[in-house]
């Protein structure tokens, strides 16, 4: 029985996938739920199992090649598993037994079954050469070879060579290949053309780099960005931070200032469901579970993988699960599961982060929040109703904001809700 093996449809948002390796050979037996291909998507790479044992009969979509989602990919013979997998008969055969077989089609591997198939040879008219009259490849393609002789071949005048490419044609069009679809060209402004000076690198996109830039400009076309700024003073959580960070370091957690900022994000979304939502065609949808996207640095490129039901967690669990989807990230652990379904993102600079940015809005979401790098600043603070002059961290928070559907009073109300759980740090950790 022949299985058809269909492109998986690898997370929600996911279209398409692109064949990256063949984990087995055209022929060969393969186990249920054993590894058969590996798929790479703009969310992860993903190693496919196979949905039933037997022996692939064919490849249908080549190593490099896109395909669709529920597209056929491969064949699979599922009645060659036994065959397959069965040890050699090593007792004799009487010589009518075998002509009875080699009849019938029998004495046969599933691998010159398929062959068979491939090259309509009808194998009950094919002697077998192999020991016991087996059937083998060998026998099949001759028996094809006698069935259709190739045609004759006319002779064809050998065309000119072309002239080979100039180095700068070579790049320029390894440059347009690489392009990115944006806006109609512009009737009055053309870039001008791409000439390699020595010391140039053209770097090819790669699948995720494409798919990234394209997801960029699709946002700026789609939403009309709007951006706001606070300046958070951090004084308090670092001083909650600091009693108690060796505390959660003893259990295997990193408290990380990210996971106040991700506490206080959630709760904000809660007040302020505006905030976590999506654009339909005709009308926008509120969502009630609030799954925070965390934005990743990775060898790859940035990946945003999800914490869900993000305003449920402690801090502690926020920390917890923040580390635990970055550590995935970075070891190339992903699954495309845990790359879908976020409601909002928060972006984090890092270590080298800088003062202030502003994010592009990862779609579908109405909204992101940029963090900024925490530095000590001098701020005026009030102390037995006197203004007094003290160093504090200080980080500023851009929020870039979807205006078909967010006004600005709905997003400086959450980015200063925000503001104000930071800097009161009433957290339960």
Known sequence: MAVDVVMPQLGESVVEGTITKWLVKEGGAIQKDQPLVTISTDKADTDVPSPVSGVVVKFVAAEGET???????????????????????????????????????????????????????????????????????????????????????????????APAPSRVEAVQ????????????????????????????EVVPFSRRRRIIAEHMVYSKQTSPHVMTIAEIDMHKVHRLRETKKNELKAQGVNLTYLAFIAAATARALRENPVMNARVLNDAFVKLKRIHLGIAVETKEGLIVPVVRDADELT?????????????????GKTTPDDLAGATFSISNPGLKGNFVGAAIISQPNVGILRIGEMVKRPVVVEQDGQDMIAIHPVMFAALSYDHRIVDGVAANSFLYRVTELLEKAEFDV
């Open 67 to 161: 395909v669709k989602v529920n597209s056929t990919i491969a064949v699979i013979d599922a009645s060659g598993a036994a065959v397959a997998s069965a040890p050699a008969v090593a007792a004799p055969v009487a010589a009518s037994a075998t002509s009875d077989a080699v009849d019938a089609g029998g004495q046969t591997s599933p691998a010159v079954r398929a062959l068979a198939r491939e090259h309509n040879v009808d194998l009950s008219a094919v002697r077998g050469s192999g020991e016991n009259g087996r059937i083998t490849k060998q026998d099949v393609l001759d028996a094809a070879a006698r069935k259709t002789p190739a045609p004759p071949v006319a002779p064809v005048a050998t065309p000119a060579a």
């Open 173 to 200: 069009a390894l440059v347009q290949s690489a392009a990115i679809a944006g806006p109609p060209a512009s009737k009055t402004f053309k870039l001008p053309a791409y000439v390699p000076q020595p010391g140039d």
């Open 315 to 331: 801090v502690r669990g926020l920390a917890r699960a923040i580390d635990d989807v970055a550590l995935k990230a970075r070891d």
